[in-house]
């Protein structure tokens, strides 16, 4: 079995356990092992729903089993409650495996590099031939104030399309010694 970290969801940590069994075997063993774990308690609960189940503690979630298909469970945890992640790491040593540790940094880091990739897909996909077309002459050398010409357009949507450009690590390098200034810096009086 295998658990990474995938990001947060409101006060959740989010993480993927991917397993050679199928998921809904996997969320049934784990919610033996909680029923097991929770039994004498007053204050924790189980809740069980059509592909997992909950645990609460006084009526607050602190935990989510959801099988997601195949051979892969979600695993959230109530990052504002530390028992969470404690349950967590008790069904998981009384089920003989061990919850790896994420320390914060690195889910930051993870989050923030899939921020990264989505705004990156989202420019991929807002570029259009106009953009392409300024590439191309951009990559040939080619002036602002010509390509502006050649294309018939003001020199504010070359630059526009350039910004864009210049934000995709495949077409930055393309574009030769323009780099665009940040909007903030770029009418400064110097």
């Given at each position: 079995m295998k658990v990474e970290f995938e990001g947060r969801v409101g006060n959740f940590d989010v993480y993927r356990l991917e397993t050679d069994k199928?998921?809904?075997?996997v969320v049934n063993l784990f919610e033996n092992v909680f029923r097991d774990l929770v039994r004498d308690s007053?204050?924790?609960?189980?809740?069980?729903?059509?592909?997992?189940f909950r645990v609460l503690f006084e009526g607050r979630n602190v935990l989510n089993f959801t099988a997601i298909g195949g051979n892969a469970v979600r695993i959230a945890v109530n990052r504002r409650s530390l028992l969470g992640e404690d349950l967590v790491k008790m069904a998981f040593k009384?089920?003989?495996?061990?919850?790896p540790q994420?320390?914060?940094?690195?889910k930051i880091k993870i989050i923030l590099e899939k921020a990264r990739e989505e705004q990156l897909k989202?420019?991929?996909?807002?570029l259009t031939e106009f953009d392409y077309e300024v590439l191309k002459l951009r990559s040939q050398g080619v002036s602002l104030w010509s390509i502006a010409s050649k294309l018939g357009c003001s020199i504010a949507k070359?630059?526009?399309?350039?910004?864009?450009?210049?934000?995709?690590?495949?077409?930055?390098?393309?574009?030769?010694?323009?780099?665009?200034?940040?909007?903030?810096?770029?009418?400064?009086?110097?």
């Amino acid at each position: 079995m295998k658990v990474e970290f995938e990001g947060r969801v409101g006060n959740f940590d989010v993480y993927r356990l991917e397993t050679d069994k199928p998921a809904s075997e996997v969320v049934n063993l784990f919610e033996n092992v909680f029923r097991d774990l929770v039994r004498d308690s007053l204050a924790l609960t189980v809740s069980s729903g059509l592909d997992g189940f909950r645990v609460l503690f006084e009526g607050r979630n602190v935990l989510n089993f959801t099988a997601i298909g195949g051979n892969a469970v979600r695993i959230a945890v109530n990052r504002r409650s530390l028992l969470g992640e404690d349950l967590v790491k008790m069904a998981f040593k009384t089920a003989g495996l061990e919850f790896p540790q994420f320390s914060e940094a690195a889910k930051i880091k993870i989050i923030l590099e899939k921020a990264r990739e989505e705004q990156l897909k989202k420019v991929r996909q807002s570029l259009t031939e106009f953009d392409y077309e300024v590439l191309k002459l951009r990559s040939q050398g080619v002036s602002l104030w010509s390509i502006a010409s050649k294309l018939g357009c003001s020199i504010a949507k070359v630059r526009w399309s350039l910004q864009k450009l210049a934000l995709l690590p495949e077409t930055s390098e393309k574009l030769g010694a323009y780099k665009p200034l940040p909007w903030n810096e770029r009418f400064k009086k110097h």
